[in-house]
């Protein structure tokens, strides 16, 4: 964890990235976000010339997945040179460092580039009894979050924890879990959510944020360009969903055929995320293509959502009683155009005869 | 009844059920049945669109079943169906319509444009406006027990000349065997051999089979012209003769509308299940040939193809157990472009060849098919319905191609005798 002030540029040409591929990257994330085509040329003028940004990783109440997801993504990539290029100041996972001299590097990090770094943290903060149920070196984690949030440029909560209490937030709750945006209020947060969140998605918004700044945000602070739609929306079995064809079980005829998995549990429907686009391991697959309905991993309290093998048994807002009303009234109005119509019918039934062997002129 | 306009008129409104209404209020007017029919490709004349062809049946729809339509027609905007139009429409749902639907096979909403021909056609007829060939057919039928009109002595003599050929003893109202064996006036009359080719591959299989007197017509005109009523007089015909003789499986030929009358339509137009199973004849020797009761010698190298009827593969689903029984004879079986459910039609089906007005434009989209055969250089188009074999040979005739038609059990059979012989 070096403080060297190199300039990214000069640190891909000694990894033998050629700029070729280097803007590559840039159009890729670029459009990944959906940003205009200038945009790439843009980010790759601009990070091609930032100095290495300095980083604080804080995780607190996890299971080390989301670090799991970014490190062990696939091959030695431009996504992982980017996060190898950023001053990866802290993070008690990764960093050689340990006891004392762990913390002494986070604090210097903190004193030399105060107001500037970012902030990334995994896991949720636990806030009953005095925050007593996770703690790092003797410190716990809701006075290190405080801490260290107070001169970070930005926070990204990497993880369905940090984003919105995740895992140890599902009920009963035993440790009081919250989210860091039910902490800090005075600092831009930027959620990633997913259990764990995608490994383009971290690079993504993370080179971003180093080139044009905070993402634009959706309601739960998580960056449109990667949680806009919904999985269902971008389903490859919605076509099934649309004709009504569902697999009933897991190696029933229709799951054999691919058919949408909306009554095995899908939670596609309610889920924001790009799965259903990028996919995992490289593009290769995502869960509903590997058989397995969404469990919804990037939405708030996911884990309390009536099971992942539950059907979502109604849409995802109240129909509300003008509906009710409505409905009643279009049934009765069809029952009675139905009943006109069965009499017409009817009526040409009675006056109808059969044809013979006569009318085809049988003499 | 006496058919009149009032009574086609009438009918078409009784005609129009669920599936209808759905179909006509489903369709996106996207053209696409147009692309999949032949008389269109032929002909470039947009007439021809599939659904175009049912558009009295339409207004009527509209008019009487929907309340757009009824406001339509009480402010004038929606023009009642005249009799000229009725007249109008018999060029297109029964003189330039083989019934082979390619259409109902492409159209994205998945309405059935054949299921409303026939409901059309059922319409046209009630008006007294069916062909009169068609018409001919259906009084031969049902007077002589034969589409062609021929009396039950002239299949006695061809079975006593297949009896002849082969010395193979051939059942009529026997009861309680295997199989109850319909045939086609066009079997009896043109291609005979197949009796002889039938007895020899079921004595070898040990089949035990019979004809029956009164039901050995397997065609349905009554089908042809829609009329369910006569269709079901035929079809019933079939099943008393197999439940008197205690049969429970019926072989359809080698017919392509026949296997549809006798194998689909048949239980829904007379009202009740059938007490009996029904197969195509190539699904009986497939089976054969699965069960290796059928022995023949492989392999001939002749370049044939396969032409498949639109009534059996296409509309009736049988599509594999031909490709199985040319396999084991041929080792140069080549597939058409368009094949199975996709194939185009010869251009003869659903009463169009024994119409005579429909003459030249038959000829004309015989083109499609001859372009087929013509691209995969081949010496013998086999296929396994009397209709499209006539179809094909007179195309063939007339466009002086250099092939040979063939029936597949006739091809079987002749296999089957070059073993015996060697």
């Given at each position: 964890m070096s403080q060297d002030k190199q300039v990214l540029a000069g640190e891909l040409q000694r990894h033998g990235i050629s700029r070729r591929s280097f803007l590559k990257f840039c159009t890729s994330m670029a459009s990944a976000m959906a940003l205009t085509p200038a945009a790439a040329v843009e980010m790759a003028q601009k990070l091609s010339t930032i100095r290495r940004q300095s980083v604080i990783w804080l995780s607190f109440q996890e299971c080390t997945g989301c670090t799991e997801s970014l490190t062990r993504a696939h091959k030695p990539s431009l996504e992982s040179l980017i996060f190898d290029f950023v001053s990866l100041d802290y993070h008690h996972t990764l960093q050689a460092a340990s006891g004392e001299a762990a913390e002494l590097a986070r604090e210097q990090a903190m004193h030399e580039n105060g107001g500037q770094y970012i902030?990334?943290?995994?896991?949720?903060?636990?806030?009953?009894?005095?925050?007593?149920?996770?703690?790092?070196?003797?410190?716990?984690?809701l006075d290190m979050l405080k801490d260290v949030a107070k001169d970070a440029a930005a926070i990204v909560s990497v993880g369905t924890c940090a984003s919105f209490g995740g895992l140890p937030k599902a009920?009963?709750?035993?440790?009081?879990?919250?989210?860091?945006?039910d902490i800090i209020d005075d600092k831009p947060i930027i959620n990633i959510p997913g259990c764990p969140p995608m490994p383009v998605v971290m690079s993504g918004v993370l080179a971003h944020v180093l080139t044009f700044g905070i993402p634009e945000?959706?309601?739960?602070?998580?960056?449109?360009?990667?949680?806009?739609?919904?999985?269902?929306?971008?389903?490859?079995?919605?076509?099934?969903?649309?004709?009504?064809?569902?697999?009933?079980?897991?190696?029933?005829e229709g799951a054999r055929k691919g058919w949408c998995l909306y009554e095995l549990g899908c939670k596609g429907p309610i889920t924001h995320n790009a799965c259903a686009t990028i996919k995992w391991n490289n593009g290769t697959s995502f869960p509903i293509q590997s058989g397995h309905g969404?469990?919804?991993?990037?939405?708030?309290?996911?884990?309390?959502?009536?099971?992942?093998?539950?059907?979502?048994?109604?849409g995802t807002s109240n129909p509300g009683q003008w509906a009710g009303y409505?409905?009643?009234?279009?049934?009765?109005?069809?029952l009675a155009s139905a009943a006109v119509n069965k009499a017409a019918k009817a009526k040409a039934d009675k006056v109808h005869q059969p044809v013979t062997i006569e009318d085809m002129g049988k003499k | 009844m006496t058919t009149s306009f009032e009574q086609g008129i009438n009918t078409l409104k009784r005609v129009i059920d669920a599936p209808i209404a759905s179909y006509f209020s489903s369709c996106t007017r996207c053209g696409l049945c147009a692309q999949a029919c032949v008389f269109y490709t032929e002909t470039g004349d947009a007439k021809y669109t599939p659904i175009r062809r049912v558009e009295p049946m339409r207004r009527i729809w509209e008019q009487e079943y929907t309340a757009v339509g009824k406001l339509k027609k009480l402010i004038g905007l929606s023009k009642t169906v005249t009799e000229q139009e009725l007249e109008d429409t018999v060029e297109l749902?029964?003189?330039?319509?083989?019934?082979?639907?390619r259409c109902s096979m492409v159209c994205p909403v998945g309405n059935d444009i054949v299921y409303m021909i026939r409901r059309m056609r059922e319409g046209l007829t009630a008006a007294g406006l069916g062909p009169k060939e068609l018409r001919a057919a259906a009084v031969r039928t049902l007077e002589t027990g034969s589409v062609m009109g021929?009396?039950?002595?002239?299949?006695?003599?061809?079975?006593?000349?297949?009896?002849?050929?082969?010395?193979?003893?051939?059942?009529?109202?026997?009861?309680?065997?295997?199989?109850?064996l319909l045939l086609s006036s066009a079997e009896v009359m043109q291609f005979n051999e197949i009796i002889a080719a039938l007895a020899q591959i079921f004595q070898e299989a040990k089949v035990t089979w019979t004809l029956s007197s009164t039901a050995h017509e397997a065609g349905n005109p009554?089908?042809?012209?829609?009329?369910?009523?006569?269709?079901?007089?035929?079809?019933?015909?079939?099943?008393?003769?197999?439940?008197?003789?205690?049969?429970?499986?019926?072989?359809?030929?080698?017919?392509?509308?026949?296997?549809m009358a006798i194998r689909w339509e048949g239980p829904n137009v007379i009202g009740r299940p059938y007490p009996f199973k029904v197969y195509h004849i190539i699904e009986v020797l497939d089976k054969l040939r699965e069960e290796g009761r059928m022995n023949t010698e492989c392999c001939d190298a002749e370049r044939i193809t396969f032409h498949d009827p639109c009534q059996a593969a296409r509309r009736g689903g049988v599509n594999e157990p031909q490709r199985n029984l040319l396999n084991m004879v041929s080792s140069n079986f080549i597939e058409m472009e368009d094949r199975k459910a996709c194939n185009w039609c010869c251009g003869g089906g659903g009463g169009v060849n024994s119409i005579e007005k429909s003459e030249p434009l038959m000829d004309k989209v015989f083109h499609r098919k001859r372009a087929q055969i013509e691209m995969l250089d081949v010496t013998t188009v086999v296929t396994m319905c009397a209709t499209c074999r006539n179809a094909l040979e007179e195309g063939a005739e007339k466009n002086g191609m250099d092939i040979r038609v063939m029936g597949l059990t006739e091809v079987l059979a002749n296999r089957l005798l070059k073993e015996k012989k060697s």
């Open positions: 902030l990334i943290v995994d896991g949720s903060i636990p806030l009953k009894d005095g925050g007593v149920y996770s703690t790092i070196a003797g410190i716990s984690n009920d009963p709750n035993p440790t009081g879990a919250v989210a860091v945006a945000l959706d309601a739960l602070g998580r960056p449109k360009a990667f949680f806009g739609d919904s999985i269902h929306d971008r389903c490859y079995r919605r076509p099934y969903y649309d004709r009504g064809e569902f697999a009933k079980s897991f190696d029933d969404c469990i919804g991993c990037s939405e708030p309290d996911f884990w309390d959502m009536g099971g992942f093998y539950k059907p979502l048994s109604t409505a409905l009643a009234a279009g049934a009765a109005a069809g | 749902a029964f003189e330039s319509c083989t019934t082979c639907g021929f009396p039950m002595k002239t299949l006695e003599a061809q079975v006593r000349a297949a009896e002849e050929e082969t010395g193979i003893k051939i059942n009529i109202d026997e009861p309680n065997v295997d199989y109850l009554g089908m042809h012209l829609g009329s369910s009523e006569i269709e079901a007089a035929m079809i019933n015909k079939i099943v008393e003769a197999a439940e008197e003789l205690n049969i429970k499986n019926v072989i359809s030929p080698e017919c392509g509308h026949a296997y």
